[in-house]
């Protein structure tokens, strides 16, 4: 059977799938379910880099996708999970607003 996840390229400049950044985070989850996980993480422990950074919005959000499903797996206790989630959401926002304003500083020096 077709697995979807094993075979979706996330990263074209590393070649990373999605399954792999899935595992990546699930990994960082069992050593500490608490600890924030951003996309240079994943990289670094991955042994690769972020080369055009492009594909770090879609990283942030499997790391919210599968820290979720983690959570309810694991049947953590819902109010920490919340607080937890909403500080990893602030964080996917604030990323996406600086990629947003970096564009534009581009755009105006272009």
């Known amino acids: 059977m077709f697995d979807r996840h094993a ?49 770090f919005p879609n990283v942030v959000d499997i790391i919210v996708s599968t820290t979720e499903a983690y959570h309810a797996a694991r049947q953590t206790d819902y109010e920490k999970v919340v607080d937890f989630m909403e500080r990893l959401k602030r964080f996917q926002e604030e990323q996406k607003s600086e990629i947003i304003e970096r564009r534009n500083r581009v755009n105006r020096s272009a």
């Open 7 to 55: 075979e979706m390229l996330v990263c074209s400049c590393n070649y990373i799938t999605e399954k792999e950044i899935r595992d990546t985070i699930t990994a960082f989850l069992d050593e500490d379910c608490w600890q924030l996980i951003v996309p240079v993480k994943v990289y670094h422990a991955m042994e690769k880099r972020g080369r055009c950074c492009g594909c």
